[in-house]
Each structure stands twice: as structure tokens, then as C-alpha cells.
């Protein structure tokens, strides 16, 4: 029983901090501030013991297997732009109006191939015909968002970048030049 009452106790305090970050930040998003997080925080806290009680806890290991898609792809996406379609020059990135059609189409393709190969389906009842694991999911939703991102670009006609892809030696950055500098003279002091 007293074991009962401290485990309780504890994740009443752990739980009341999340159920009030969760209404101030539902609050904040709808416009009414601080002073608005009272409805906010009950529904939370209502939504959340209505979820707890509808078995949430049992769908979480899908939804990090969703998000471990997801993320990994919008990272091939940002890499492909950055160092395959701007060949790595900060002058030539430019943030264009609107959604990126080509960024959209490489998010999908990547995400896709990340399910699919990843073993999400398999944990969905009906859908296990789409499980073909293969590989490591997220890494191969990388190389596919990549490659579907330069590819999309490409058929869109985004601007072309010429040269090669701009790697610059440590010596040669101007922040490494200020860091090492940095460090000499502490390097100096110290002897002094």
C-alpha cells in the first residue's frame, strides 16, 4: 500500500508539469495566452487519462517506428539540397517562395520506402503484405529521399549550380581560422 502511495504520488508530479506544459502550450496556440491555460490544462489532462484509459500506450512503439520515417527522410532531403543541388555554397542557397514541389516529392518517396522496408506494417493488422524489410528502413529512406529529391528538382528545372561540390579544409574556414587564433593566444597567456 505505501509502495502504491509513492508511486502514485511521483507520477502525479511528473504528470501534472506535462499536463500543464501541454494547456499553456495549447493556451499560446490559440491566441488566449496565460491566462486561458485553466480550460486548456483540464482538457488536456481529460484527453490524456481518456487516451491512457483507450490503450495509446500500446500504439506507441508504431508511432516512433512512424516518426523514425519521417525524420530521417526530411534529413536526405535538406543533405540532397544543400550538398547535391547547391554543390555545398551557402551563395547559392536561396529560400524560395511557396512549398518546394521537388522537397515535397522527396519526403514522400523516402518516407515511403522508410515504412515499408522498416517493418512498420508488420505491427498493423491487414497491412503486413507491405512489410518488406530490407536493410536498415531509415538509411534506406535517406538514399530514396535523396535521390527522389535531386530527381524531382531536376524535372521541375530548379536552377542549376555549377562546379563541384565546395568541401573546405578546416584551415581554410574562417571560423576555424578565429578558433585556432582564439586558442593561441590563451596558449600565449597561460605561458606569460
Do not use: H
Not at 506507441?60 to 543533405?79: D, K, N, Q, R
Not at 555545398?88 to 523516402?110: F, Y
Not at 518516407?111 to 522496408?117: E, F, K, N, P, Q
Amino acid at each position: 500500500a505505501v509502495g502504491l502511495i509513492a508511486l502514485v504520488l511521483s507520477a502525479w508530479t511528473v504528470n501534472a508539469s506535462n499536463v500543464y506544459s501541454a494547456g499553456l502550450g495549447f493556451a499560446v496556440m490559440l491566441g488566449k495566452g496565460e491566462g486561458g491555460s485553466k480550460l486548456t490544462t483540464a482538457v488536456s489532462g481529460i484527453a490524456g487519462i481518456v487516451l491512457a484509459v483507450g490503450g495509446i500506450l500500446g500504439q506507441f512503439e508504431a508511432f516512433l517506428t512512424v516518426l523514425s520515417a519521417c525524420g530521417p527522410a526530411l534529413a536526405g532531403v535538406m543533405v540532397a539540397d544543400y550538398w547535391l543541388v547547391r554543390k555545398g555554397r551557402p551563395a547559392n542557397v536561396r529560400v524560395p517562395a511557396g512549398v518546394s514541389a521537388a522537397g515535397v516529392a522527396g519526403l514522400a518517396c523516402g518516407i515511403a520506402m522508410a515504412l515499408v522496408t522498416g517493418g512498420t506494417f508488420a505491427l498493423v493488422p491487414g497491412l503486413q503484405a507491405l512489410d518488406l524489410p530490407f536493410f536498415v528502413g531509415p538509411v534506406n529512406g535517406i538514399v530514396v529521399a535523396m535521390a527522389a529529391y535531386v530527381a524531382a528538382y531536376r524535372l521541375t528545372g530548379g536552377e542549376r549550380f555549377a562546379g563541384p561540390i565546395a568541401f573546405k579544409r578546416p584551415a581554410e574556414s574562417a571560423i576555424m581560422n578565429q578558433v585556432t587564433l582564439d586558442a593561441s593566444e590563451r596558449a600565449q597567456e597561460g605561458q606569460a
